[in-house]
T-cell receptor, first 111, second 114 residues
Framework: EDKVVQSPLSLVVHEGDTVTLNCSYE??????LLWYKQEKKAPTFLFML????IEKKSGRLSSILDKKELFSILNITATQTGDSAVYLC???????????FGTGTRLTVIP | DSGVTQTPKHLITATGQRVTLRCSPR?????VYWYQQSLDQGLQFLIQ???????AKGNILERFSAQQFPDLHSELNLSSLELGDSALYFC?????????????FGPGTRLTVL
């Protein structure tokens, strides 16, 4: 059975801390892994990863994929209260157009 | 703002009723996807339409149906509603139907079935 597992389920940190969110997957015909940030409602796109070992970076956020060990991490440095959200990991499969989502990691950044 | 719009934002109805959720994709996007997000589950894929035709089906109940119109907006119809259908329903769109397309999500419709 295909699955995407995110850890931890929730995390509380102080502003300025660095956090690492994990996503492991077991899916058939893996094609890509995507990270989304979900605040109040709509998930907003962060990164799409298709190749192992190539870091994608956007400001204080970065992500990398390991296709051999079947996981990805999302790093957030110098966290701010605005980073508080649920971070979703999703996997795209070859031959399928939909995304398969994990249940998310809820990050709370306190001042 | 992703450019994907959904109406209504909130919907409260009773068991046994039927509702229609509407989605307009980003300008130029041909694919529309519907997802359901319940409290205890992640985003679950329901169905995809590409340029008016059904392209992929996920865990969509027989009581649910969807369509995409010539102007590319899409509607999700939910009938014989049950308490367990209460959830956030998201629409996403992408440029094509290709596997490498990023999906952009709308703000969602929160359905409450009483």
């Amino acid at each position: 059975e295909d699955k995407v597992v995110q850890s931890p389920l929730s995390l509380v940190v102080h502003e300025g801390d660095t956090v690492t969110l994990n996503c492991s997957y077991e899916v058939t015909n893996f094609r890509s892994l995507l990270w989304y940030k979900q605040e109040k409602k709509a998930p907003t796109f962060l990164f799409m990863l298709t190749s192992s070992g190539i870091e994608k970076k956007s400001g204080r956020l970065s992500s990398i994929l390991d296709k051999k060990e079947l996981f990805s991490i999302l790093n957030i440095t110098a966290t701010q209260t605005g980073d508080s959200a649920v971070y979703l990991c999703a996997v795209g499969q070859t031959g399928a157009n939909n995304l398969f989502f994990g249940t998310g990691t809820r990050l709370t950044v306190i001042p | 703002d992703s450019g994907v719009t959904q109406t209504p934002k909130h919907l409260i109805t009773a068991t046994g009723q039927r509702v229609t959720l509407r989605c307009s994709p980003r300008s130029g996007d041909l694919s529309v996807y519907w997802y359901q997000q319940s409290l205890d589950q992640g985003l679950q894929f329901l169905i995809q339409y590409y340029n008016g035709e059904e392209r992929a089906k996920g865990n969509i109940l027989e009581r649910f149906s969807a369509q995409q119109f010539p102007d590319l907006h899409s509607e999700l119809n939910l009938s014989s509603l049950e308490l367990g259908d209460s959830a956030l329903y998201f629409c996403a769109s992408s440029a094509r139907s290709g596997e490498t397309d990023t999906q952009y999500f709308g703000p969602g419709t929160r359905l409450t079935v009483l």
